[in-house]
């Protein structure tokens, strides 16, 4: 998301926003038509402001694959939708449906249900499309949404239509298949597994018609692509350009998780996976005027709740089985809670849009400024509201004279969770600043004594005085603050600081 200090979306300035009152991911996508910002304005993968607000589940309904991917072991989850971790617990499409329906009646924000493995849910098409059926009828309000490598789609397009899947994520890592071949050892085709080289070819080849065959039917395909270093990363610019022009709506760059306790090919060898900076950089290259997502969570395929936090434990079998749903009910709750939500994304927005107008006098000071990285705790609503000590992540801002922009998130041992724990937490605060690499503040609703002295010694400005205010136009403020006091001059280039022989 990018907001100019006159409160204005700077991807759509020629599409005459009003100078307040505008702001938010929404407007990045403004230049859109109505229907298709009626359709991701709820989606929390889609639209960077909505997930603020609203939250997805995945169901594990789909355990086969017919690919492999050096950086993925089932035994775990689906690293192309899924954090490698603890084994899901695999539904069939009645349980998956119960379980829906019972999430769903708890946790109104929850918009869309998501199916991304373990496997591929296009390899397990029966199971797939039986949970989509039913939720279709039983649960109308729910969007529904798709993961898949693609190798299958061209074939299942027609199906996804017939269900109204109007999200599929398609994973490209790469279109050249020299490329492919080193992160795909097989795919299984036609009754035989063809490796290398020319199994990368054919998943390609399926992956870009699969591709554009849903575009042409209006679906809104997301690309997620995994940056692997040294073997796509030069390669993620080109394939940013191709999907874009072939339609995609957004292209989701992920960083590498490869550790050898995972037990995957790239693990095991010790790929290392980018670092924050290297990341962002790739993203800004692929950028250009494609919308990006860099608020992806990397979900686990049984994931629940809003981005970033895991649920599940809420939702086991067990639990769901004695739960009493009264459906149509909850749906009239959730219209309710979702009404409630716009209302208050409406006030943030011309909070926002009004502090914009006013941040923009600094201008006047005329001063070469720099960008600066801001971290904020929060624990979602697109407000600052949450302690340093409660934070289990920090979403990522950089703030300049121009603009105020999302940058990504980062993952932090919590620092204060009580009882035992605490004995540990010098490190885990050493922890959490090296994570924090590059911010040079950081916001939050609180922030105790000790990890606001050792964050300023590290040279990261703690603020805790934009309690329960929007995010951007706290960053805005902070920034404007630090520009009137000086402290954000730009550096000197080398040439000033040249004395002359
Ligand atoms: Fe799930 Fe994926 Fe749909 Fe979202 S997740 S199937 S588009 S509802 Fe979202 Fe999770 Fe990233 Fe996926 S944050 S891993 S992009
Ligand atoms: Fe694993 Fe997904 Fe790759 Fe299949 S497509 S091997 S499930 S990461």
Redesign the pocket.
Known sequence: MALTLTGQATVDEAAGCSASGCGGSSDQLSHLPAHIREKVHNHPCYSEEAHHHYARMHVAVAPA?????H??N?KYD????SRPGVVSELLTPDQAVKKVLAVAANIPQMTVLGIA????PLANSERTFETFRQLTEKAPDIKLCVST?GLTLPDQVEELCRHNIDHVTI?INCIDPDVGAKIYPWIFWENRRIKGRKGAAILIEQQQKGLEMLTARGVLVKVNSVMIPGVNDDHLEEVSRVVKAKGAFLHNVMPLIAEAEHGTFYGVMGQRGPTHAELQVLQDNCAGDMNMMRHCRQCRADAVGMLGEDRGDEFTLEKVESMLIDYPEAMRKRADYHAAIEANRAAQKADTGESFVALSSIKRLKRETRPLLMAVATSGGGVINQHFGHAREFLVYEASMTDVRFIGHRKVDLYCSGGDSCGDAETTLERIIRTLDGCEAVLCSRIGFEPWEQLEAAGIQPNGEHAMEPIEAAVAAVYAEMVENGLMEKAPSCDQLQVPA
């Open positions: 694959c017919n690919i492999q991917c950086y993925c089932r689906c690293a192309n939708e493995g373990p496997g591929d490598n994973t």
